[in-house]
């Protein structure tokens, strides 16, 4: 690979269908396996080797109701020097590095790439450089699929569940452990 995206790690979110669920703390706090949500996507990211930034609340604090379109404006403005960004949530703590590699070294040939797995639309999306423009413009809830529409889309199959995976509510966090423990298990 010649130029390497960096990874945005959007942790910002206020986790609101999480605590609608039943639980007491933030999700990317939640214990999962021995460590925090947050801490077991950290870990892939720094394995893939990627360069990332992590977005947190206070990044964002300024903004009156801000969502997922300001945490990504954010993070990419951040990194104005980037060969392009990898959108990653930071509750899919099952997500693997290869995953992140492999769309890496397919935003060498598209302007947007989005992992699937078995049909399912995952994470992380990545932008190249002709995103900048765009996706400084986010604001809201919205994410950034207003820039994805604008683009033909390199649809990549992956065989990461991990990208799927997210940890939105209390029931799928207890999904995600028994799917750790399954492969530990192994």
Request: charged residues 20%.
């Amino acid at each position: 690979m010649t130029a390497l995206p960096t990874i945005i790690v959007l942790a910002a979110g206020k986790g609101e269908r999480f605590k609608a669920s039943g639980a007491s703390q933030d999700k990317l706090d939640a214990m999962l396996c021995g460590q925090r949500v947050r801490d077991h996507v950290l870990a892939a990211v720094r394995s893939s080797g990627l360069p990332f930034h992590v977005v947190e609340r206070e990044h964002t604090s300024h903004l009156k109701n801000p969502g997922m379109g300001d945490s990504i404006a954010c993070g990419v403005a951040a990194t104005l020097d980037a060969h392009g960004w990898l959108i990653l949530p930071a509750d899919l703590p099952l997500v693997q590095a290869s995953t992140l590699l492999a769309v890496a070294t397919a935003l060498q040939q598209h302007a947007v790439v989005v992992p699937n797995y078995n049909g399912k639309q995952g994470h992380p999306v990545g932008f190249d450089l002709s995103s900048r423009a765009a996706l400084l413009q986010l604001t809201g809830d919205h994410g950034a699929r207003a820039v994805v529409a604008q683009h033909a889309v390199c649809r990549l199959d992956v065989a990461d569940e991990g990208c799927v995976l997210d940890v939105d509510t209390v029931e799928a966090l207890a999904f995600v452990q028994g799917r750790m423990r399954e492969n530990e298990a192994v």
